[in-house]
């Protein structure tokens, strides 16, 4: 019957006006409405930019239509223009106020592993010392109401029993935070682990990876990045709050239709949570907008710009409203320098900015061998195990040296200050001269007391540790942020090479080097100013951040004056960076997870995309379906059979002439969807893919129309179209696939796990590393 039927499609229906409107005519009409779930795709499936692009067009052109109907449309119109800064104004308040609670805890759990506040158990070190008022200025960090544990338990302050039991408990706290967090992460939310700016790239760049920006994600995120940063693991908070942002905006994405159906707008949001995410970070709302611009976004126009700026800005205000460090900042790391710098004083910061391209290269390629390693071996199936050994390991590494017992951003934030004559750090201890009558804020150089070599020798320890520690922390199954630990790497070298140079032209003005700027008894040197410079250069070796970083640098320190050091360390980092390899840190996590991710670089290979196009030779012919020769139980058997993504559409076989592409989620869902809500709709019914079905006997089961979810204009290139505009329009148009065509006869389709594998092989790297579809 089923033959008869496609026969008789050939013919000319004699059917009456009457039978058309009574038959097949009323099932057409209701198949033209819209089927519920069409266009939305599947988990890890990439989204069509150009369809979301133009069904973003035809739902503004509908509002925009019918705002001139009624006051009441006009009104929705302008609630639909206004819906998102609406949602920015959301992200900035949460993502402000989850950063602002974060630092909090985080501060009071870190100083938890030593003591505890007798007047008020919730209160850190410096808030319990802040209220008392037996607080003495020599000894400001000891008050009577701040007890540490063996004080506490036992009443002795001093001796080794002291020290052993302080220890001991320092590392069980430790142990019993990073257990934790691992556990709720393994359990609750698996998503909540790592960065999250590797995959948050490829989100961006138009991946599905459902879950990963969900509800669960954020609460747990929120709660682990407490426990691993308190723990006292070589991680910092900064990139886990980028995640934890875009979380906040796909949450209130789903509040408005206007996002939540279009993943395209979608992730317009997410660019501008981003740039929130860095603006609480750091403090530095500028700052994230250009990160968000540089380095994770994939498409930005310029209406994001804005939003992302006042996104950011909301987020800075929120977070500057809860005053987290007590210090009316922003950021904790806030410096005010006082002396200026000098051309000689480039040749160490550009040495600076080698060490961190150096440092950048290998944390990269030592970090990347162990996370493979895990990723190949059973160490991998031990997270929990794997997590408590490196806390293990760097809590009693880390307790005997003060530098790197302190939490890191204490540590990044000591580093980075001036020596004033109010300051009581090591760091700090340089004899004075008894006739010096100068302003407290111009202490001329000093040569160096005991404290300071004591120290010196300290950081290097501390160096060495950060550096080891770090390769083997970042890519565990807990939050962990990597800013923070490259900063202090940075920020360790710069001040140790700071103290050097100080000390040289203290001792040796009359050197040719020092002679026109350096005269005796001036302030000369500023060490701290070494360690900002050393912090940006290293995070800039490994992230390959450039006017991003720089901007970020000196809206978290302040140091406005200090943009060309800070220019020409990031700027050579990134240079001897790149002579080892092109990848930052972010781009090799997700090569080494095998996201569908299209980076910048040129292709500059000279093949066609007939070398790339599927079918190859030898292999089966193109699944295809016709316009109108084919049944419902054909094209159920070919979506069973097949793992396509969707099926080109053709007049015939014979000809293989294009019409259109249809995708394979779309065409399950019509399917479904005509079969419980249409009478007559059976596996022999035919599948129309044209404007007008023809009309069939009566004995015939109903024909199926699916015109509506037919793509008539599919991206197409010919056979003999080089690779390297191939790529440029994927990566440009952001595409699924495109058909390769030959005067309008179908030969083949490239989509985008192929043009990542042919890239791949093209640089002598696993094809099949690509996972994804």
Same mark, same amino acid.
């Given at each position: 019957?089923?033959?008869?039927?496609?026969?008789?499609?050939?013919?000319?229906?004699?059917?009456?006006?009457?039978?058309?409107?009574?038959?097949?005519?009323?099932?057409?009409?209701?198949?033209?409405?819209?089927?519920?779930?069409?266009?939305?795709? @599947?988990?890890? /499936?990439?989204?069509?930019?150009?369809?979301?692009?133009?069904?973003?067009?035809?739902? /503004?052109?509908?509002?925009?239509?019918? +705002? %001139?109907?009624?006051?009441?449309?006009?009104?929705?119109?302008?609630?639909?223009?206004?819906?998102?800064?609406?949602?920015?104004?959301?992200?900035?308040?949460?993502?402000?106020?989850?950063?602002? $609670?974060?630092?909090?805890?985080?501060?009071?759990?870190?100083?938890?592993?030593?003591? $505890?506040?007798?007047?008020?158990?919730?209160?850190?070190?410096?808030?319990?010392?802040?209220?008392?008022?037996?607080?003495?200025?020599?000894?400001?960090?000891?008050?009577?109401?701040?007890?540490?544990?063996? &004080?506490?338990?036992?009443?002795?302050? @001093?001796?080794?029993?002291?020290?052993?039991?302080?220890?001991?408990?320092?590392?069980?706290?430790?142990?019993?935070?990073?257990?934790?967090?691992?556990?709720?992460?393994?359990?609750?939310?698996?998503?909540?682990?790592?960065?999250?700016?590797?995959?948050?790239?490829?989100?961006?760049?138009?991946?599905?990876? #459902?879950?990963?920006?969900?509800?669960?994600?954020?609460?747990?995120?929120?709660?682990?990045?407490?426990?691993?940063?308190?723990?006292?693991?070589?991680?910092?908070? &900064?990139?886990?709050?980028?995640?934890? !942002?875009?979380?906040?905006?796909?949450?209130?994405?789903?509040?408005?239709?206007?996002?939540?159906?279009?993943?395209?707008?979608?992730?317009?949001?997410?660019?501008?949570?981003?740039?929130?995410?860095?603006?609480?970070?750091?403090?530095?709302?500028?700052?994230?907008?250009?990160?968000?611009?540089?380095?994770?976004?994939?498409?930005?126009?310029?209406?994001?710009?804005? #939003?992302?700026?006042?996104?950011?800005?909301? !987020?800075?205000?929120?977070?500057?409203?809860?005053?987290?460090?007590?210090?009316?900042?922003?950021?904790?790391?806030?410096?005010?320098?006082?002396?200026?710098?000098?051309?000689? &004083?480039?040749?160490?910061?550009?040495?600076?900015?080698?060490? =961190?391209?150096?440092?950048?290269?290998?944390?990269?390629?030592?970090?990347?061998?162990?996370?493979?390693?895990?990723?190949?071996?059973?160490?991998? %199936?031990?997270?929990?195990? @794997?997590?408590?050994?490196?806390?293990?390991?760097? *809590?009693?590494?880390?307790?005997?040296?003060?530098?790197?017992?302190?939490?890191?951003?204490?540590?990044?934030?000591?580093?980075?200050?001036?020596?004033?004559?109010?300051?009581?750090?090591?760091?700090?201890?340089?004899?004075?001269?008894?006739?010096?009558?100068?302003?407290?804020?111009?202490?001329?150089?000093?040569?160096?007391?005991?404290?300071?070599?004591?120290?010196?020798?300290?950081? *290097?320890?501390?160096?060495?540790?950060?550096?080891?520690?770090?390769?083997?922390?970042?890519?565990?199954?807990?939050?962990?942020?990597?800013?923070?630990?490259?900063? *202090?790497? =940075?920020?360790?070298?710069?001040?140790?090479?700071?103290?050097?140079? &100080?000390?040289?032209?203290?001792? /040796?003005?009359?050197?040719?080097?020092?002679?026109?700027?350096? #005269?005796?008894?001036?302030?000369?040197?500023?060490?701290?100013?070494?360690?900002?410079?050393? !912090?940006?250069?290293?995070?800039?070796?490994?992230? #390959?951040?450039?006017? +991003?970083?720089?901007?970020?640098?000196?809206?978290?320190?302040?140091?406005?004056?200090?943009?060309?050091?800070?220019?020409?360390?990031?700027?050579?980092?990134?240079?001897?960076?790149?002579?080892?390899?092109? @990848?930052?840190?972010?781009? *090799?996590?997700?090569?080494?997870?095998?996201?569908?991710?299209?980076?910048?670089?040129?292709?500059?290979?000279?093949?066609?995309?007939?070398?790339?196009?599927?079918?190859?030779?030898?292999?089966?012919?193109?699944?295809?379906?016709?316009?109108?020769?084919?049944?419902?139980?054909?094209?159920?058997?070919?979506? %069973?059979?097949?793992?396509?993504?969707?099926?080109? $559409?053709?007049?015939?076989?014979? +000809?293989?002439?294009?019409?259109?592409? $249809?995708?394979?989620?779309?065409?399950?869902?019509?399917?479904?969807?005509?079969?419980?809500?249409?009478?007559?709709?059976?596996?022999?019914?035919?599948?129309?893919?044209?404007?007008?079905?023809?009309?069939?006997?009566?004995?015939?089961?109903?024909?199926?129309?699916?015109?509506?979810?037919?793509?008539?204009?599919?991206?197409?290139?010919?056979?003999?179209?080089?690779?390297?505009?191939?790529?440029?329009?994927?990566?440009?148009?952001?595409?699924?696939?495109?058909?390769?065509?030959?005067?309008?006869?179908?030969?083949?389709?490239?989509?985008?796990?192929?043009?990542?594998?042919?890239?791949?092989?093209?640089?002598?790297?696993?094809?099949?590393?690509?996972?994804?579809?």
């Amino acid at each position: 019957m089923t033959a008869a039927c496609l026969l008789s499609c050939e013919g000319i229906s004699n059917a009456t006006p009457t039978e058309e409107m009574n038959g097949a005519g009323n099932l057409m009409d209701f198949l033209d409405e819209p089927f519920p779930d069409v266009g939305t795709y @599947e988990d890890f /499936h990439t989204i069509d930019w150009l369809r979301e692009k133009s069904r973003d067009t035809d739902r /503004h052109r509908k509002i925009t239509n019918k +705002s %001139k109907e009624s006051i009441w449309e006009f009104i929705k119109s302008l609630l639909d223009a206004w819906s998102g800064w609406v949602v920015m104004l959301l992200i900035g308040l949460l993502s402000g106020t989850l950063a602002g $609670v974060i630092d909090l805890a985080v501060d009071w759990m870190t100083d938890l592993k030593e003591g $505890v506040c007798l007047s008020a158990f919730w209160y850190s070190h410096e808030q319990c010392c802040w209220t008392s008022n037996e607080t003495t200025f020599d000894d400001r960090d000891k008050c009577p109401q701040w007890q540490k544990w063996a &004080e506490l338990m036992t009443g002795n302050t @001093e001796g080794a029993g002291a020290y052993v039991l302080n220890y001991f408990l320092y590392v069980i706290w430790a142990l019993s935070f990073s257990f934790l967090a691992v556990s709720l992460v393994r359990v609750f939310a698996p998503y909540a682990c790592g960065s999250g700016i590797p995959e948050i790239k490829t989100i961006l760049s138009g991946f599905i990876i #459902r879950g990963y920006l969900g509800k669960w994600t954020l609460l747990i995120k929120t709660v682990t990045l407490v426990l691993a940063v308190s723990s006292g693991l070589s991680l910092g908070k &900064e990139g886990p709050l980028v995640h934890v !942002a875009c979380c906040c905006g796909n949450l209130f994405c789903s509040l408005f239709s206007k996002y939540s159906k279009n993943e395209g707008k979608r992730r317009e949001v997410l660019s501008a949570a981003a740039a929130a995410g860095v603006s609480v970070a750091f403090g530095a709302p500028i700052g994230g907008v250009l990160f968000s611009l540089e380095e994770v976004s994939y498409y930005f126009p310029l209406k994001t710009l804005w #939003r992302s700026f006042f996104a950011a800005l909301v !987020a800075a205000f929120t977070l500057r409203s809860i005053n987290p460090f007590g210090n009316n900042r922003l950021v904790l790391f806030y410096v005010e320098y006082h002396t200026p710098w000098y051309m000689a &004083e480039l040749v160490p910061f550009i040495l600076l900015g080698v060490f =961190g391209g150096l440092w950048g290269t290998l944390f990269i390629r030592a970090n990347i061998a162990w996370c493979g390693r895990r990723k190949t071996t059973r160490l991998g %199936k031990f997270p929990v195990l @794997e997590v408590l050994a490196v806390t293990g390991i760097t *809590a009693v590494l880390a307790y005997p040296n003060p530098y790197t017992r302190r939490s890191t951003s204490q540590l990044i934030s000591e580093l980075f200050n001036d020596c004033g004559a109010l300051e009581s750090s090591q760091l700090c201890d340089y004899y004075n001269s008894p006739n010096m009558t100068r302003p407290v804020d111009d202490i001329p150089d000093r040569p160096a007391g005991p404290g300071v070599y004591a120290a010196l020798w300290q950081l *290097a320890l501390a160096l060495i540790f950060k550096i080891v520690i770090t390769i083997f922390t970042f890519g565990m199954k807990i939050p962990s942020g990597l800013f923070i630990p490259s900063m *202090a790497v =940075g920020a360790i070298a710069g001040r140790i090479v700071g103290i050097a140079v &100080e000390q040289m032209a203290y001792h /040796h003005h009359d050197w040719i080097i020092f002679k026109n700027w350096c #005269r005796p008894g001036a302030d000369c040197v500023t060490p701290g100013l070494y360690a900002m410079v050393g !912090a940006a250069a290293c995070l800039g070796g490994v992230t #390959r951040m450039t006017v +991003s970083l720089v901007v970020i640098m000196f809206e978290l320190t302040g140091g406005l004056e200090y943009i060309v050091p800070l220019m020409a360390a990031a700027v050579t980092s990134k240079w001897v960076a790149d002579a080892f390899g092109k @990848e930052g840190i972010y781009e *090799a996590h997700i090569r080494l997870n095998g996201y569908p991710y299209l980076d910048q670089d040129e292709f500059t290979h000279r093949t066609l995309a007939t070398d790339v196009m599927r079918p190859r030779r030898n292999d089966p012919p193109l699944a295809v379906l016709t316009q109108d020769s084919t049944t419902v139980e054909d094209v159920e058997t070919l979506i %069973k059979d097949t793992d396509y993504n969707g099926f080109p $559409v053709v007049v015939s076989r014979d +000809s293989e002439r294009l019409i259109g592409f $249809v995708q394979r989620r779309d065409l399950t869902l019509a399917i479904k969807n005509a079969r419980q809500k249409q009478d007559g709709v059976v596996s022999n019914s035919i599948v129309y893919f044209t404007e007008d079905a023809p009309q069939l006997p009566p004995s015939c089961p109903q024909p199926l129309k699916l015109r509506r979810i037919l793509n008539l204009s599919p991206f197409t290139v010919t056979d003999h179209t080089p690779m390297e505009t191939v790529v440029d329009i994927f990566r440009k148009l952001g595409l699924r696939q495109c058909l390769v065509t030959r005067s309008g006869r179908l030969l083949g389709i490239i989509t985008k796990k192929d043009v990542l594998r042919h890239m791949a092989q093209m640089t002598n790297q696993d094809p099949e590393s690509i996972m994804f579809n």
